[in-house]
């Protein structure tokens, strides 16, 4: 069963400009969630999917960050304009089954650089 | 603030070496999770436990859920290079909707 598949894997640019992340998650999962992980720290959420809703968005920065998971199954996020305390990695999971208490697959992650 | 304390940040040990790493909070936790991130991956799940007082065994690691379910611990035994990662506690928080919440993860390095 492939996993989940994330692009680019790396990306550098600089502040202020905009960039694209792209997320496929395992075949079938209706659950999908982007996180940060700055460096040193744990994964923070940012977005929850259940299929092509969002569940919680709570943590996004809107004023520039923006995502959205067209038919249920890719999903993109977008930073827009980047600052440098962007700089992370960003992380998409899936899930079978909605909730916390389940297990999450995780993709390897975009490692972004703003400079 | 972390909801999730983990300690210590860092662990370096030799191979064969015991080490445990520990999880804790303020707060009750209906379960918590452990994952192990390798560099440049993402994390995978090792274990979830859910009882107060509960151990889980996976080969040589040993997770342990605090009997009133605000802390954990996982101990490796004999530890190998193989086991170096990041470990990351998490659990969801009810304040925050029941969302998943990772601690800052522990780094272990297991130099052969």
């Known amino acids: 069963e492939a996993g989940v598949a994330q692009s680019p894997r790396y990306k550098i640019i600089e502040k202020r400009q905009s960039v694209a992340f792209w997320c496929n998650p395992i075949?079938?999962?209706?659950?999908l969630y982007w996180y940060q992980q700055i460096l040193g720290q744990g994964p923070k959420l940012l977005i929850q999917?259940?299929?092509?809703?969002?569940?919680?968005d709570s943590q996004l920065p809107k004023d520039r960050f923006s995502a959205e998971r067209l038919k249920g199954v890719d999903s993109t996020l977008k930073i827009q304009p980047a600052k440098l305390e962007d700089s992370a990695v960003y992380l998409c999971?899936?899930?079978?089954?909605?909730?916390?208490?389940?297990?999450?697959?995780f993709g390897p992650g975009t490692r972004l650089t703003v400079l | 603030t972390q909801l999730l304390e983990q300690s210590p940040q860092f662990l370096s040990i030799q191979e064969g070496e015991n080490l445990t790493v520990y999880c804790n909070s303020s707060?009750?936790?209906?379960?918590l999770q452990w994952y192990r991130q390798e560099p440049g991956e993402g994390p995978v799940l090792l274990v979830t436990?859910?009882?107060?007082?509960e151990v889980k065994k996976l080969k040589r690691l040993t997770f342990q859920f605090g009997d009133a379910r605000k802390d954990s611990s996982l101990h490796i035994t004999a530890a190998q290079p193989g086991d170096t990662g990041l470990y990351l506690c998490?659990?969801?928080?009810?304040?925050?909707?029941?969302?998943?919440?990772f601690g800052g993860g522990t780094r272990v390095l297991v130099k052969p």
């Open positions: 999971a899936s899930s079978p089954l909605a909730g916390p208490g389940n297990e999450q697959f």
């Open positions: 075949s079938g999962h209706a659950t």
């Open positions: 999917f259940q299929n092509n809703g969002v569940v919680d």
């Open positions: 707060s009750v936790f209906s379960s």
């Open positions: 436990v859910v009882t107060g007082g």
């Open positions: 998490a659990g969801p928080f009810k304040a925050a909707g029941n969302k998943l919440t």
